[in-house]
T-cell receptor
Framework: GENVEQHPSTLSVQEGDSAVIKCTYSDSASNYFPWYKQELGKGPQLIIDIRSNVGEKKDQRIAVTLNKTAKHFSLHITETQPEDSAVYFCAASKGSNYQLIWGAGTKLIIKP | KAGVTQTPRYLIKTRGQQVTLSCSPISGHRSVSWYQQTPGQGLQFLFEYFSETQRNKGNFPGRFSGRQFSNSRSEMNVSTLELGDSALYLC??????????????FGAGSRLTVL
């Protein structure tokens, strides 16, 4: 079945540096790729998503890129700040009639 | 606008007991989905309800069940609890049916510990 692998499981970066989290999916029919951020004690929150007809999407300091040929997509966070510390989850699906398949999560630590 | 409310936030049960968790979605949202979150396993989909009907079900045993009421509030039940059921149970609501392409708004979760 569909599988989403997420790397790394933990990422520690200096404040102000960039962070990149990568996910690989197995089903080439996947066409929706959201990223969720989960802060301590809270539920995940959508931060950005991309659909298969787009190669890149940006929203201020965050961006997502999609490589359909290689079946991977990445989250890029620039100029990291302490409030970026959280667990980030990627997911993939084939559309509204299918469920999201989630990656295992990446714990992002921003060092002051 | 109130968010997704889950109750209780924390609970401790013993093996063999059963538990019922509640989820109140955002007003106007008709889809409620449930997830089990364990360390290192990400989010595992349990089921989705839309208009009081189960629309999709994940790969969990029949001990896990749920329902949705006419006001869109949802409950999930786990019977004959096992140690491995210890987890954070999250619910999410969305406007439209289908978790695969819609923005999900999550609650803070119910943390279940089974002793």
């Amino acid at each position: 079945g569909e599988n989403v692998e997420q790397h790394p499981s933990t990422l520690s970066v200096q404040e102000g540096d960039s962070a990149v989290i990568k996910c690989t999916y197995s089903d080439s029919a996947s066409n929706y790729f959201p990223w969720y951020k989960q802060e301590l004690g809270k539920g995940p929150q959508l931060i950005i998503d991309i659909r298969s007809n787009v190669g890149e999407k940006k929203d201020q300091r965050i961006a997502v890129t999609l490589n359909k040929t290689a079946k991977h997509f990445s989250l890029h966070i620039t100029e990291t700040q302490p409030e970026d510390s959280a667990v980030y989850f990627c997911a993939a699906s084939k559309g509204s009639n299918y469920q999201l398949i989630w990656g295992a999560g990446t714990k992002l630590i921003i060092k002051p | 606008k109130a968010g997704v409310t889950q109750t209780p936030r924390y609970l401790i049960k013993t093996r063999g007991q059963q538990v019922t968790l509640s989820c109140s979605p955002i007003s106007g949202h008709r889809s409620v989905s449930w997830y089990q979150q364990t360390p290192g396993q990400g989010l595992q989909f349990l089921f989705e309800y839309f208009s009081e009907t189960q629309r999709n079900k994940g790969n969990f045993p029949g001990r896990f069940s749920g329902r949705q009421f006419s006001n869109s509030r949802s409950e999930m039940n786990v019977s004959t609890l096992e140690l491995g059921d210890s987890a954070l149970y999250l619910c999410a609501s969305s406007l439209a049916e289908g978790t695969g392409a819609n923005v999900l708004t999550f609650g803070a979760g119910s943390r279940l510990t089974v002793l």
